[in-house]
């Protein structure tokens, strides 16, 4: 493989992750990953994801334009693949964490370990589907959602965007509005537009809750955009969207935790749903820095 070009004027977001931040940089924002794969209904290779995020990060900067700041002004730390199980210490000494898939099962337990009782927690997922399956078979990337109702978080202090037609079921919507969970299809994203919508429910959540937690499974994405998420379909959103919204949700306070999830990189195609992954990953600290700024643009 080329080694790629290497300008001192242009500083890489994988140094930053190394530890290549301004001297009076701001916070700590954690990236942990948890290499899970063996809980997945469609088998695959979700194990590799933290890895392959992490080296997509390479093929990106620390500058962010639309903000005028650079990332090296957040004080960053790379806790490996030290899996769910380290996240309560790491969420307590950071003012964010990045929680690297693995399949979307992670989600249950990263909820569990934001530190504070459920009903004074909140979730919103990225997801094209309800993740609301029957729990029998134990807990897999199918169900964390319904896992976390059955622990006793309210139905109604979570929110599901991007949904998708023919790519869940009656019985499962049925379960969500029993629930009371409110949910947001791909067009009531662009008929809405993604800024206003997650500004909403932001406003709307985290004036209820003290903690929230942000699951972005990546096949949230329209497939073209993410061939290496078993459950992406044509018509699902563009990484704009996401961007925007991790960069909104990365902003908020009460946010304190972030997850990419259900990317296999054995079936990505040129790195896309990597590369993807890579920039929500940038777009939530440039979120986070914003906090110690004052800078709040969507």
């Known amino acids: ?117 459920l009903e004074r927690c909140g979730l919103i997922t990225f997801d094209a589907h309800f993740d609301l399956r029957d729990l029998e078979g134990g807990l897999t990337n199918g169900n964390p959602v319904r896992s976390l109702l059955a622990d006793g978080l309210p139905g109604d202090q979570i929110f599901q965007i991007g949904l998708q037609s023919f790519a869940n079921s009656d019985d499962y919507a049925h379960v969500a509005r029993a629930a009371g969970i409110q949910t947001f299809t791909v067009e009531d994203v662009l008929e809405q537009g993604m800024a206003k919508l997650i500004h909403n429910v932001l406003a709307d959540l985290g004036s ?53 999830v259900e990317i296999d990189p054995t079936k990505d195609i040129n790195d896309a749903t990597s590369l993807a992954a890579a920039a929500c990953l940038l777009e939530f600290a440039s979120g986070v820095l914003s906090r110690f700024e004052g800078f709040t643009r969507g």
């Open 208 to 260: 209820r809750v003290d903690r929230i937690y942000i699951d972005l499974d990546l096949d949230v994405l329209d497939r073209c955009y993410a061939p290496a998420t078993p459950g992406s379909r044509p018509g699902g959103l563009a990484p704009h969207m996401i961007r925007r919204a991790a960069r909104i949700c990365g902003a908020h306070h009460r946010v304190h935790m972030i997850d990419l």
């Open 1 to 117: 493989m080329t080694a790629l070009y290497q300008d001192p004027h242009w500083p890489r977001a994988s140094a930053w992750l190394a530890g290549d931040c301004l001297p009076n940089a701001h916070g700590l924002l954690t990236i942990v990953g948890a290499p899970v794969a063996q809980t997945s209904i469609t088998p695959g290779r979700c194990d590799l994801a933290p890895a392959a995020i992490r080296a997509a990060l390479e093929r990106f900067s620390t500058s962010d334009l639309n903000a005028g700041h650079d990332l090296r002004g957040l004080r960053v730390r790379d806790a490996g693949d030290a899996g769910t199980e380290a996240l309560p210490k790491l969420i307590a000494e950071s003012s964010a964490v990045v929680l690297l898939g693995g399949d979307n099962s992670i989600t249950r337990p990263g909820v569990l370990a934001l530190g504070a009782p």
